[in-house]
């Protein structure tokens, strides 16, 4: 199934589900904001989560063969804040599943070097242990992560970093169009900002756990059997080593390619697997599940 999927040249699910993406994120910030700017916004939340696993899809070669065009597609920046070869540059170096969970190389890491958690004052300390429970990744994790995210960059460029820099210039055109529907439409920005923020905390269900600490790279990444909403929102990654070990498989044929060898999958990550996100939810809404200083990592304090 993997190859025949990445000779495809054109993958018309994909193209289907980004149109009406646009054409539902359109009539959310038009029509229904004229109603409604409060249920614009519920709209408005998982339509900018979908829109960002496109772009997660357009990274790693879909919806066809010619990456600039899948760039072209999903050139609007929908949730404003995350540039796209910022994201696309970030992630792919997270693919590497020999750094998977490292404080230091693995840019979608949320552990800490134990040395480096011994040095942090407490109350940033208590933040980040609340932000390891599901309520507080959702709650405070895009804020964290963007100022993380925003705080490296900026160390980048002005240490010379080019690809950086190139990254954040390319998105100032990305985000004018989106500024420029959002302020000419009966959505006031103070509330598509608030969607915004809603669309990343909804994505940060999906990374909440999606990685372990464990001895073995491949007893990392985590698998999640769930089918509904959110499975459709984050395009089947929930089944996130399937993804992992076939990047270039498009997300509608991830489900058929788990069923087929199951256990090969759970024997490769270590049985890491949860029935559904409600589990999820249910296990880790007010409870952590990591610590946040990395528990394999030699502590040199």
């Known amino acids: 199934m993997s190859e025949r999927a990445t000779q495809t040249r054109v993958e018309w699910p994909t193209l289907a589900v980004l149109a009406g993406c646009y054409a539902a994120w359109a009539l ?62 970030q992630h792919l170096a997270h693919h590497v599943d020999a750094i998977l969970t490292d404080p230091y190389d693995d840019p979608e890491s949320n552990f800490q070097d134990p040395a480096v958690w011994a040095r942090l004052p407490g109350w940033f300390r208590w933040v980040l242990i609340v932000n390891n429970t599901l309520a507080g990744r959702m709650i405070l994790g895009p804020l964290l992560a963007q100022v993380a995210f925003m705080r490296g960059d900026l160390k980048a460029i002005l240490a010379g970093d080019r690809a950086a820099l190139t990254g954040w210039l390319w998105h100032i055109p990305a985000v004018l169009p989106v500024l420029w529907w ?45 089918r509904g909403p959110l499975a459709f929102l984050f395009l089947n990654n929930n089944l996130h080593v399937v993804h992992h070990m076939h990047p270039q498989v498009a997300w509608y044929d991830l489900p ?36 946040v200083p990395h528990p394999l990592w030699p502590d040199q304090s």
């Not at 959002?182 to 006031?188: A, E, G, I």
């Not at 999958?265 to 249910?282: D, H, K, P, V």
């Open 182 to 226: 959002v302020v000419t439409s009966p959505m006031p920005l103070w509330a598509y900002v608030i969607a915004c923020y809603g669309g990343l905390s909804i994505l940060k269900i999906r990374t909440f756990l999606e990685h372990r600490a464990h001895e073995r790279a491949s007893g990392r990444t985590v698998v999640i059997e769930d």
């Open 28 to 89: 959310a910030t038009t029509w229904l904001a004229g109603v409604s700017v409060p249920l614009a916004v519920l709209v408005s939340i998982p339509l900018i989560a979908l829109h960002s696993s496109l772009t997660h899809e357009a990274i790693h070669g879909h919806p066809t063969r010619w990456p600039l065009f899948n760039a072209v597609l999903l050139y609007p920046c929908l949730s404003l804040f995350i540039p796209y070869l910022r994201f696309r540059d």
């Open 256 to 291: 058929d390619l788990y069923a087929e060898d199951r256990e090969k999958y759970l024997t490769r990550n270590g049985g890491y697997r949860y029935r559904s996100y409600a589990e999820i939810f249910r296990a880790h809404f007010w409870r952590a599940k990591d610590p």
